[in-house]
């Protein structure tokens, strides 16, 4: 992928705020990014900037004429928007859990690490230990995972309980390797972080991938990879940027931001699965941690994260050392 005219990802970034004021709260946009075009017939990503509206179901011919006479204003148009445009048919929904035969993952471990069950107490469910940090202010060592797998309620407190493994991978009580620290929803990102308590030790560990080394911004072309407790190690190519969607998380609706898209590499396979939410992805050649997966799209196969830098500068926090 050629690199990108910084003067260009400064117009798509104007041009997407533009998008963003007439769409976002459009039922039928499930995201807006900056990112490359992608030809949906063939399923490849092209070489050409965009900016990106995503609609759960794109109205094709006949149809698409009775949508525009009856809803003008809700006619994506490239010339309102000021920068070449590409509509992608894709529904995203947050990767908590799916319920079925326990995987390898779903057992104790100890040490913890990055990659395996976890949820909170009041869900059984489950979701991904994403990764050790450290409490900027503290030193205190915590768990770093998705806001809706640690938390999961507006009226989660700290002191929540969180479970290793999850409680909808038989953890129960006795299985408490955290409290709910803080969140970050608030500030449009979905992540939280949990005190550790001194049940089990944990360390900066990727299961199957190792250390995280370091934390750094993703861009566009960056080969990642991530370490879940459903897909395990799965690969992807990040063609999307700064998006921002609007999400329902149990009634309330949310506002999320600094949205990074993933798509499949040339080979194919799985971005991710339920149950992968709170994993980090990584930039393949150094480890550095790029974003934190939180939701997903099975047809077409993409998956969407947080951009670090954003997580770790929101919930005060930095990474753990190896």
Known sequence: MPLINPADLRAARRALERAAAYHL?????????????????????TNELTVRVHVRHK????????????????????????????????????????????????GVYNPLRGGISISNEWDFNYGTLGGKVIDRET??????????????????????????????????????????????????????????????????DQLGLGPVTGVDSPTLGMSVAKSGRSSEITEGMIDGVEGVR??????????????????????GGEVSEPGDSGSWWLEKSSNQAVGLHFAGSDVPEYGLAIAMPQVFDTLQVNLAPA
């Open 25 to 45: 709260f459009d039922s039928r946009v499930s995201l807006i990014d900056v990112g490359m075009r992608i030809e949906e017939e063939k399923g490849q990503v």
């Open 59 to 106: 109205p094709r011919g006949v149809a698409f004429e009775a949508f525009a006479a009856r809803n003008p204003e809700r006619v994506i148009d490239e010339q309102r928007i000021g920068f070449p445009l590409d509509i992608v048919e894709a529904d995203y929904r947050p990767h908590p859990s799916l319920f079925g035969p326990l995987p390898a993952r779903a």
């Open 139 to 204: 030193g205190a060592e915590m768990i770093l995972s998705a806001w809706h797998v640690l938390a999961g309620s507006a009226f989660a407190q700290p002191g929540l309980r969180i479970y290793q493994p999850g409680s909808g991978d038989r953890g129960q009580r006795r299985n408490t390797i955290a409290l709910l620290s803080r969140h970050a929803m608030s500030a449009g990102i979905d992540a939280a972080v949990a005190e550790v308590t001194n049940a089990r030790p944990i360390i900066n």
């Open 246 to 267: 609007t999400i329902r998380y149990n009634g309330f609706d949310r506002t999320v931001r600094h949205v990074v898209h993933i798509v499949q590499t040339a080979g």
